[in-house]
T-cell receptor, first 115, second 111 residues
Framework: DTAVSQTPKYLVTQMGNDKSIKCEQNLGHDTMYWYKQDSKKFLKIMFSYNNKELIINETVPNRFSPKSPDKAHLNLHINSLELGDSAVYFC??????????????FGPGTRLTVL | QKEVEQNSGPLSVPEGAIASLNCTYSDRGSQSFFWYRQYSGKSPELIMFIYSNGDKEDGRFTAQLNKASQYVSLLIRDSQPSDSATYLCAVSSFGNEKLTFGTGTRLTIIP
């Protein structure tokens, strides 16, 4: 049973298109995250949701819009895709105790390629 | 100055030797420190975390934290070829679930 799952695993699309990536966790966690890992392997947080509420919103273009229909799901929609959006996008989840000590568990990643 | 710094490597260590991975951080308010391992094409997986100054051991892995020097390290004893991966250091602050990652150190264990 996969703990954190993402679909699709690979996404190849043209510049200017709109695409979505889906994430689901079955760990019973209350916080979910989106990270972007660029070609140099630098992993940077984009968004975080706790019980469907946005709690972290880093400096990300507003073409990126997260949506959490319930605490087990966090989707990422990207409008007007640009070449620079090509990266691996990881979803993660954690239980949140408020102490900054909770382990985050990562999904398998979605490799987005914008042509 | 980067918030979390790691030597990008590659770090090459003979099989059976001790691999030492280092990480420094700039935010003195940082409370929690995590080491993740990432194999090529895979997602990061947690190896261990440390909150208190000193050493924490888990099997072949030992994490060391020195908050005064803003330094955290990971030692891997009896290195195996399967330990070859990129090791990511991550830091968070109390009350803040945001993890700030370093750029990772690529470790290669030579048989």
């Amino acid at each position: 049973d996969t703990a954190v799952s993402q679909t699709p695993k690979y996404l190849v699309t043209q510049m200017g298109n709109d695409k979505s990536i889906k994430c689901e966790q079955n760990l019973g966690h209350d916080t979910m995250y989106w990270y972007k890992q660029d070609s140099k392997k630098f992993l940077k947080i984009m968004f975080s949701y706790n019980n469907k509420e946005l709690i972290i919103n880093e400096t990300v273009p507003n073409r990126f819009s997260p949506k959490s229909p319930d605490k087990a799901h966090l989707n990422l929609h990207i409008n007007s895709l640009e070449l620079g959006d090509s990266a691996v996008y990881f979803c993660a989840s954690s239980h949140t105790s408020g102490g900054g000590t909770d382990t985050q568990y990562f999904g398998p990643g979605t490799r987005l390629t914008v042509l | 100055q980067k918030e979390v710094e790691q030597n990008s490597g590659p770090l090459s260590v003979p099989e059976g030797a001790i691999a030492s991975l280092n990480c420094t951080y700039s935010d003195r308010g940082s409370q929690s420190f995590f080491w993740y391992r990432q194999y090529s094409g895979k997602s990061p997986e947690l190896i261990m975390f440390i909150y208190s100054n000193g050493d924490k051991e888990d099997g072949r892995f030992t994490a060391q934290l020195n908050k005064a020097s803003q330094y955290v390290s990971l030692l891997i004893r009896d290195s195996q070829p399967s330990d070859s991966a990129t090791y990511l250091c991550a830091v968070s602050s109390f009350g803040n679930e945001k993890l700030t990652f370093g750029t990772g150190t690529r470790l290669t264990i030579i048989p």
